[in-house]
């Protein structure tokens, strides 16, 4: 088992700027790969980022792309996410997750782990 827990939310003004981290506990040499996805309300959740463990390939979706960074720290406990410029779309409930075995880092069935999310809201 692996246990997923993001920090880092907030309210922010658009333009600002939040890092979210993401701590994993338990099993994690058996994760290759991990995540953050979104949700907002009355919207089904969605791809943000992705790192790959083995040779630090990250993904994005296009909605973030030059404003989002992923990056993980040096074990496979810790992952983050350096927001900036953010908008008031970006509000939404921010999820980590981890997985064993992951060939389509942007479709969240291929993970198999889960954190509770953290709030991000946008003002404008």
């Known amino acids: 088992q692996v246990q997923l827990v993001e920090t880092g939310g907030g309210l922010v003004q658009a333009g600002g700027s939040l890092r979210l981290s993401c701590a994993a506990s338990?099993?994690?040499?058996?994760?290759?790969?991990m995540g953050w996805f979104r949700q907002a309300p009355g919207k089904e959740r969605e791809f943000v980022a992705a790192i790959t463990w083995s040779r630090d390939n990250t993904y994005y979706a296009d909605s973030v792309k030059g404003r989002l960074t992923i990056s993980r720290g040096g074990t496979r406990n810790t992952m983050y996410l350096q927001m900036n410029s953010l908008k008031p779309e970006d509000t939404a409930l921010y999820y980590c997750?981890?997985?064993?075995?992951?060939?389509?880092?942007?479709?969240?069935?291929?993970?198999?782990?889960w954190g509770q999310g953290t709030q991000v809201t946008v003002s404008s």
């Open positions: 997750a981890a997985g064993r075995w992951v060939s389509r880092p942007d479709k969240s069935d291929e993970y198999n782990y």
């Open positions: 338990g099993r994690t040499f058996s994760m290759v790969a």
